[in-house]
């Protein structure tokens, strides 16, 4: 249950990641999803409230520092309440990148989750032209490194903030939010897809903080390399599979919280059978 509530989340954000069809973006479109545009400082704290079947799950916070030459971006959660009593859990994603070419390119990735008293951190380091270096693991007391990948999980791909970033700068680009966005997470490789389902009004609440336009759309992420069976019947993809028996894909809308101000989002709604899951935002802390 924790692990799928911050799926949902990282879904916010890149999509997902945290948090799982290869088909590829056309020519054009691939183009535009890479291009970085940052013209002047942007700092941005959004913090989000995730509430499951109506009780108030998850608490988190997307912090961005967009530069024209580099970006810093993280993502904290922690479960909240009676759910985090049953379920202790937490996770920071952290990552530094630089733009090269006008395309946003990682430079370190980490990922630090903690469930009860267990640790477990992995860093993925690249190389100056955005390829895979290698992944270093910490967990039970053991130390894994691995520097040999199969192409077929990292040629073009980027880690899961990288790829929230592209999203949210290309939606901002083209004010739609559609597109294919390639994402290993040190394991595996999935693609992120959007299909954009229009705009609509958002009204500020007890639980949202955003009122105003914001653009509407469903994703889908699609498995492509590095997949066990298992994986296919558990977190993200056994919701997911949930949602489209369902005909009810998950859905968030994104907006620009000020003039200028870059995409970023706003809500994120999932029916599964573990019932409803929505996440609103709540605060922007310019910092």
């Not at 290869?22 to 999803?33: C, L, N, Q, R």
């Not at 894994?144 to 791909?157: N, Q, S």
């Amino acid at each position: 249950m924790n692990r799928f509530l911050f799926k949902s989340l990282m879904s916010l954000s890149f999509a997902a990641t945290l948090a799982l069809q290869a088909v590829p973006a056309s020519a054009g479109y691939e183009k535009a999803s890479l291009r970085y545009e940052v013209e002047a400082p942007q700092k941005l704290g959004l913090n989000y409230d995730v509430y499951a079947g109506g009780f108030k799950a998850l608490a988190a916070t997307l912090a961005m520092d967009l530069d024209p030459k580099a970006y810093d971006m993280s993502l904290t959660a922690k479960t909240q309440g009676a759910i985090g009593s049953l379920f202790p859990w937490e996770a920071t994603y952290e990552t530094s990148g630089r733009a090269k070419d006008g395309a946003p390119v990682p430079t370190l990735h980490t990922a630090r989750s903690s469930w009860k008293k267990d640790e477990k951190v992995t860093e993925m380091q690249f190389a100056p032209n955005g390829d895979v270096l290698k992944t270093t693991t910490h967990e039970d007391n053991k130390t894994k490194v691995k520097k040999d990948f199969d192409p077929k999980l990292t040629t073009d791909a980027v880690d899961m903030l990288t790829g929230a970033l592209q999203m949210l700068q290309h939606s901002g680009q083209t004010s739609k939010c559609e597109g294919t966005f390639p994402v290993f997470d040190g394991k595996r490789r999935f693609n992120i897809t959007l299909h954009d389902d229009g705009t609509e009004k958002l009204e500020k609440s007890k639980y949202s903080a955003f009122n105003g336009d914001a653009l509407r759309c469903t994703l889908k992420v699609e498995p492509v390399a590095g997949f066990k069976k298992k994986d296919t019947e558990r977190g993200w993809m056994a919701v997911q599979a949930h949602t489209e028996a369902r005909k009810k894909p998950p859905t968030l809308w994104l907006a620009q919280m000020e003039q200028n101000g870059p995409m970023v989002p706003v809500r994120m709604e999932i029916a599964s059978a573990y019932g409803s899951v929505v996440a609103h935002l709540t605060g922007l802390q310019n910092k």
